[in-house]
């Protein structure tokens, strides 16, 4: 692989021209030194690539719904994992072990399954997404309001950081994917290779729609040049970094969406209770140990500062160095029994112990690990110090005072943390928050009062926080895991930003509006009915249609069942629920809500499924709940109730042979009062069945 690494766009791979060899990136093995691609952008029309983007990658992502995109994800997740083997011996290349390259391999496909199945599930099978409940926005109902997601019109550029190459890539691309806007992938240069191998995994699986996945192997100098309003960026990497491309004038003044995820000074605090010899101290160490070499500590994610109580900070010293003497293996990744790989390249691990000596010339103490060359295990097994690899040992270091700045501020991106103590619970949390804005900060405590106390004093600090004890140690993914369902992000320092976060980072990629309109215009706009739009009550039963045949607004309305006070009993006799507001005509008609017994709100519910049901086989497969029920007026004795059922949203299943059809059920007394309203869940089939 000493050839030129090749970038993907406008829907075919391009290389430079061999004169940009003299002056290309030269990328090298992390344990060997040897070259391993040479990468240049010299030559590349970046501007004519963001355009095919937003001409060809939008238009064909625009003919798909959020659900066949979503199929397409699942799809992609499928062809990955067929071929992960291809990924796993690249990725020894740039220093990660087996469980690395797991963490960023089979992390990345786990995404694009994730979204694929969030977005079947929480989005309908549309192109518009409806956000919140409908505003009334005058007396008769005639004007409403809604907000409402589309898409953005232009381009995702992702820019990823080196750690990463596969699930930094794909936690970004799926719910720009989702969303329906195209994507161009600018990976990381040490580490680019692998990426590269991803994209061209998706490329020759035929499941790209064409434009919606770009890649720029190399430096994108004049890539904010190219941006305008409708474009994104979503950038991973140094907060400096960051900072700089944020005050871009395309991002300022154009419009231009920025996002960032970048580095951060994450804490995990030992909880006051969690002395040693306590389950959670023993978490506390197993984790602190895994996140320092995970990855050789090349973790956004990483645990910078482990903050103990005063008493506990030799205790835990002893601890961790003890299981980095047992566990921990430092060498070559394709050689048996190594554990923690090298850093990503030489000029990175230069950067790592740069900043060691920074700390320590702050004060830190180096007290595990040291800065020399270390002995590794080579590739054949054998031991010696590799000069050409990028190798350093785990390292933690001191503080005896707290407020260092440069404990707070000072980053080694590797296998680097430093411990501190700390006097009280708010204490703690002052040096949680010294930080500046954090990923995540982890806890462990078995004591509710501990967790709570920390909570408050933190939780605005950080983008997500992990409690730790001994009942979720076992289950739990781990202070440095990043889960598509949840935020990953943070404020201040960290970016913020959220990458993640299920239907969040989808959103992240189309623009809210407020809609304003008639029922009969906001039901076109949203794909969903409001009353008050054009209904069709009468005919053939809607139960009898299948979801070919069935439209918004198909209605049945009921005759009306008047309600006994023999009713009412049997039916709290018969379901054991008598509340004194159905059975104590006295107490009842003490309560402020009733004027005497009234009739349960399950009575209603049930007899109003009798009055809208069709009761012969059909279309209607299931019904598999109800959503959103109030009860609003009271029904007494002698008081009738009718239904009015409604076709309100219909999402067809793309790889299944029914759908689902959400209806609008509203119950009115003789008064025509409102008494209920609820929707019902139903499952019905895509056809008719055959005769």
């Known amino acids: 692989m000493t050839e030129m690494l090749p970038s993907y766009v406008n829907g075919q791979w391009w290389t430079p021209e061999a004169a940009a060899t003299a002056t290309a990136t030269e ?61 796993y011996d690249l990725s020894s290349r740039t220093g990660a072990t087996k469980q690395d390259s797991w963490v960023d391999i089979d992390g990345g496909i786990g995404v694009l399954f994730t979204y694929s199945g969030k977005g079947r599930r929480e989005m309908p099978n549309g192109k518009v ?47 720009a994917f989702l969303a329906g806007v195209p994507t161009v992938v600018k990976p990381a240069t040490p580490t680019g290779y692998l990426a590269e191998a991803m994209v061209r995994i998706l490329v020759e699986s035929g499941l790209l729609p064409e434009g919606t996945l770009q890649l720029v192997s190399g430096s994108v100098p004049d890539l904010f040049d190219h941006l305008r309003l409708g474009d994104l960026v979503a950038f991973t990497g140094s907060a400096s970094t960051a900072e700089k491309l944020r005050a871009n004038d395309s991002v300022q003044t154009g419009g231009v969406r920025f996002t960032s995820e970048t580095d951060s000074i ?81 000029a990175q691990r230069d950067e790592v112990l740069r900043q060691v000596g920074r700390l320590q010339q702050a004060g830190g103490e180096l007290v595990i690990g040291s800065t020399d060359v270390p002995a590794v295990t080579l590739a054949d097994g054998s031991t010696g110090a590799a000069t050409d690899g990028a190798f350093v040992e785990p390292m933690l270091l001191h503080f005896a005072d707290a407020s260092s700045p440069a404990l707070h501020d000072v980053e080694a991106f590797g296998p680097v943390a430093s411990i501190v103590g700390y006097d009280s619970l708010a204490d703690a949390s002052a040096l949680v928050a010294r930080g500046g804005g954090s990923l995540v900060t982890s806890v462990a ?10 909570a408050s004093g933190i939780a605005a600090y950080n983008g997500r926080v992990l409690f730790l004890d001994r009942d979720d140690a076992r289950s739990s993914t781990g202070h440095g895991s990043p889960l598509p369902n949840l935020v990953h992000g ?78 009412i009993e049997t039916f709290a006799e018969f379901t054991g629920d008598t509340f004194y507001a159905h059975m104590d005509e006295e107490a009842a008609a003490a309560n402020p809500f009733f004027p005497g017994r009234v009739a349960h709100g399950y009575l209603l519910v049930s007899w109003a499924a009798g009055l809208f049901v069709d009761a012969a086989p059909g279309p209607v497969l299931a019904n598999y709940g109800l959503e959103h029920l ?62």
């Not at 199929?71 to 992960?84: N, P, W």
């Not at 907000?147 to 190459?165: D, E, K, M, S, W």
């Not at 029922?519 to 794909?527: C, H, K, N, Y």
Request: with cysteine; aromatic share 6%; charged share 20%.
């Open 27 to 87: 990328v090298r093995d992390a344990s060997t030194g040897e070259v391993v691609a040479r990468v240049s952008t010299e030559g590349l029309d970046l501007g004519a690539a963001l355009e095919y983007a937003r001409t060809v990658g939008q238009a064909s992502l625009g003919r798909l719904t959020f659900h066949q995109r979503a199929v397409l994800l699942k799809q992609m997740a499928l062809a990955l994992t067929e071929r992960k083997a291809e990924l």
């Open 129 to 175: 997404y409806v956000d919140g409940a409908v505003e009334n926005l005058s007396k008769d109902g005639s004007f409403l309001g809604r907000h409402i997601y589309t898409r953005l019109p232009g381009v995702a550029v992702q820019i990823n950081a080196f750690n990463f190459p596969v699930w930094g890539s794909l936690e970004k691309f799926a719910p």
């Open 266 to 346: 994450n804490a995990s605090v030992l909880g006051t209770d969690a002395v040693a010899g306590t389950p959670e101290f023993d978490a506390y160490v197993k984790q602190l140990v895994v996140e320092m070499t995970t990855k050789t500590g090349q973790k956004c994610t990483a645990i910078r500062r482990a903050i103990v109580p005063e008493a506990s900070v030799d205790a835990v010293i002893d601890a961790v160095r003890a299981r980095i003497a047992e566990r921990v293996v430092v060498g070559d990744p394709r050689a048996e029994g190594v554990t923690m790989g090298p850093l990503a390249s030489t």
């Open 445 to 454: 405590t078995h004591d509710p009062e501990v967790a709570v106390a920390l």
């Open 490 to 567: 943070g404020p201040g320092r960290a970016g913020g930003g959220e990458e993640l976060g299920g239907i969040r980072a989808v959103l992240h990629h189309m623009q809210r509006t407020a809609v304003q309109g008639s029922p009969a215009m906001l039901t076109a706009l949203t794909g969903v009915w409001h009353a008050g739009a054009a209904s069709q009550p009468g005919g053939e039963h809607p139960f009898r249609k299948s979801l070919a045949e069935l439209r918004l607004g198909d209605q049945v309305v009921s005759a009306s069942r008047t309600v006994t006070l023999e009713d």
């Open 630 to 691: 109030r009860f609003v007026t009271p029904v007494s004795p002698g008081d009738s109730i009718r239904v009015e059922l409604t076709a309100k949203q219909i999402t067809p299943r793309e790889t299944d042979e029914y759908g689902e059809v959400r209806w609008d059920a509203v119950l009115r007394n003789q008064n025509d009062e409102l008494v209920a309203s609820y929707d019902v869940l139903t499952l019905v089939a895509k056809e008719q069945a055959p005769a």
